[in-house]
C-alpha cells in the first residue's frame, strides 16, 4: 500500500471555482485519504456548498478571516496524519492522474518533495509552461531569486513541513515560496514528475470577469473528464512541454557557442598576454643587462677618477721637485761663472 495524501485547499469566496477543484480531485485514479478546504472568512457558503457534496473524505473549515492571504491557515492541513500534502489554489485543477503520478516517487520513500510539470491556462484558453526542476542544481539556484512553480504542482513531506516551523502567516505574499526554500534548505530531496498535470489558472491579477472564470474553469473540468478530450489534451500538454525543451535547448546550443566563441577569444587573449609577458620579461632582462654594463662604466670612472688624481698628484710632486732641481742648477752655473767674468771686466766687484 502506499503513501496517503491530504490535499487542502485555502479559498476566500471563491465557492464556484473551490468546488470545480475538489471536483478534480476527487476524479483522481488514486484518490486523495482527505480533502480539507480551508474556508478563510467565506461569506458566500463555501463551507455549505462543500459539505453538500455528500463525500466523507471531504471536510471544510470554516475559518475566520486571516490577514492577506491567511497562510496560517494552511497549517491547519498539517494536523492530519497523511504522509504527503498538497495545497491546491481554488482557481486550479489537477489532471486525473496526477496522484497517480507523483505516488509513484512518493511510494519509493526516497524523497521529500515532489513536483510536477504546471501549464498555466490564459483567459483565452491559451497554454504556456510553467514549471522548474529543482532536482536540476542549476534550476535550483534559480529559485533564490524567482518562483515560478505554482503552488499546487508541489507535494510535500508533511514531518518536514512541521520540521521547518510551516507556512510564515506573518507574510504579506509568496508564503509557499518561503516554504519551498526552507525545505530544500534543511535538505529535502527533491524530484519532478515528466508529465504535465497541473493546470494553473492564474488568480491574481488576472483581468476576466467572474462569470467567464467559472464558465472557463468549468468548462476544462469537463474536457478532463472526457477520456476523448483528455487523450488529445495530454497531446497538447506534452507539445507545449516539448516546445519549450526545444526553445531550452537552442538557448543552451546558443549558449555554448557563445561560450566556444568566449573561449577561443579567452585563448587567443591568453596567447597575447603570455606574449606580452615574455616581451615583459626579455626587457627586464635587458635592463638588468644595462643596468650592470652602466655599474661596470661607473666603476672604471671612478678607478680612472682615482688614478687621475694620482697622476696630477705625482705630477704636483715632480713639478716642485723639478723646479727645487733648476733653482739648484742654476746657483752651482753662477758660481762657476762669475770668475771668469770678472776676469773679462763684465762683473762687478
Not at 483567459?123 to 510553467?130: E, F, G, M, N, Q
Not at 527533491?190 to 493546470?199: D, F, I, M, Q, Y
Not at 652602466?294 to 687621475?308: A, I, K, M, S, W
Request: charged residues 30%.
Amino acid at each position: 500500500m502506499g503513501v496517503d495524501f491530504t490535499i487542502a485547499v485555502p479559498t476566500h469566496d471563491r465557492r464556484e471555482t473551490a468546488l470545480l477543484a475538489v471536483r478534480s480531485v476527487l476524479a483522481q485514479t488514486r484518490q486523495a485519504a482527505r480533502v480539507i478546504v480551508l474556508c478563510d472568512g467565506c461569506s458566500d457558503g463555501t463551507a455549505e456548498a462543500v459539505r453538500a457534496l455528500g463525500d466523507a473524505r471531504v471536510t471544510a473549515l470554516d475559518l475566520p478571516k486571516g490577514p492577506g492571504y491567511s497562510y496560517a491557515c494552511r497549517d491547519r492541513a498539517l494536523e492530519t496524519d497523511s504522509e504527503v500534502v498538497l495545497w491546491l489554489a481554488d482557481d486550479d485543477l489537477l489532471l486525473p492522474d496526477h496522484l497517480e503520478r507523483i505516488g509513484a516517487f512518493w511510494d519509493t520513500g526516497a524523497f521529500d518533495l515532489v513536483q510536477t510539470g504546471s501549464v498555466q491556462v490564459a483567459p483565452d484558453d491559451s497554454l504556456s509552461w510553467v514549471h522548474n526542476d529543482w532536482s536540476v542544481p542549476s534550476l535550483r539556484r534559480r529559485l533564490e531569486g524567482v518562483n515560478s512553480n505554482p503552488m499546487a504542482s508541489i507535494s510535500v513531506r508533511r514531518s518536514l513541513v512541521l520540521d521547518v516551523g510551516g507556512w510564515d502567516g506573518t507574510l504579506p505574499r509568496s508564503a509557499d515560496w518561503d516554504l519551498w526554500k526552507r525545505m530544500l534548505a534543511a535538505g529535502a530531496r527533491s524530484v519532478a514528475s515528466p508529465e504535465p498535470t497541473h493546470l494553473y489558472f492564474k488568480g491574481t491579477g488576472r483581468v476576466q470577469a467572474w462569470e467567464e472564470r467559472i464558465a472557463q474553469n468549468s468548462a476544462w473540468l469537463e474536457r478532463l473528464g472526457d477520456p476523448a478530450r483528455l487523450a488529445q489534451l495530454r497531446i497538447e500538454l506534452r507539445r507545449v512541454r516539448d516546445a519549450l525543451e526545444a526553445e531550452t535547448r537552442d538557448r543552451v546550443d546558443e549558449a555554448w557557442r557563445c561560450a566556444d566563441d568566449n573561449t577561443a577569444w579567452a585563448r587567443r587573449t591568453e596567447a597575447e598576454r603570455d606574449h606580452a609577458w615574455q616581451r615583459v620579461a626579455e626587457l627586464d632582462a635587458a635592463l638588468a643587462d644595462a643596468r650592470t654594463v652602466l655599474e661596470q662604466r661607473d666603476t672604471r670612472v671612478q678607478e680612472l677618477e682615482l688614478r687621475v688624481a694620482g697622476a696630477e698628484t705625482e705630477a704636483a710632486r715632480l713639478g716642485s721637485r723639478l723646479a727645487r732641481i733648476e733653482q739648484g742648477r742654476w746657483w752651482r752655473l753662477r758660481a762657476q761663472l762669475l770668475p771668469l767674468a770678472r776676469r773679462l771686466g763684465l762683473a762687478r766687484g
